[in-house]
């Protein structure tokens, strides 16, 4: 049974940092492209960064570059959300996210992943 446990998420002020970790079960780690995805009320759940095993590149959405960063500890089937200058709009689930067979055109899509964990609330205020 394949498994996505999130945890680090909180309540944290404008400009402060806080970081995702993602452990992973019943998968085979190395094989699969680990990600995060965003859903803030009334929004679309929208794609946040991948780290793709293939080539060890990472990709972010717009929003986020420059301050999130993805990384995966191979060894502990973990993967980390560095989270920098956060802002109000980061607000939201975080959903952490495994896919097989991704390439460039598909990374920022939702079907492109097959497993998905239950998620961690992320508020950032004002």
């Known amino acids: 049974q394949v498994q996505l446990v999130e945890s680090g998420g909180g309540m944290v002020q404008t400009g402060g940092s806080l970081r995702l970790s993602c452990a992973a079960s019943?998968?085979?780690?190395?094989?699969?492209?680990m990600g995060w995805f965003r859903q803030s009320p009334g929004k679309e759940r929208e794609f946040v960064a991948v780290?793709?095993?293939?080539?060890?590149?990472?990709y972010y959405a717009d929003s986020v570059k420059g301050r999130f960063t993805i990384s995966r500890d191979n060894a502990k089937s973990t993967v980390y959300l560095q989270m920098d200058s956060l802002k109000p709009e980061d607000t939201a689930v975080y959903y952490c996210?495994?896919?097989?067979?991704?390439?460039?055109?598909?990374?920022?899509?939702?079907?492109?992943?097959?497993?998905w964990g239950q998620g961690t609330q992320v508020t950032v205020s004002s």
């Open positions: 996210v495994a896919g097989t067979g991704l390439i460039s055109s598909t990374i920022g899509s939702r079907a492109a992943y097959k497993h």
């Open positions: 019943g998968i085979t780690f190395n094989s699969y492209a």
């Open positions: 780290f793709r095993w293939s080539g060890s590149r990472t």
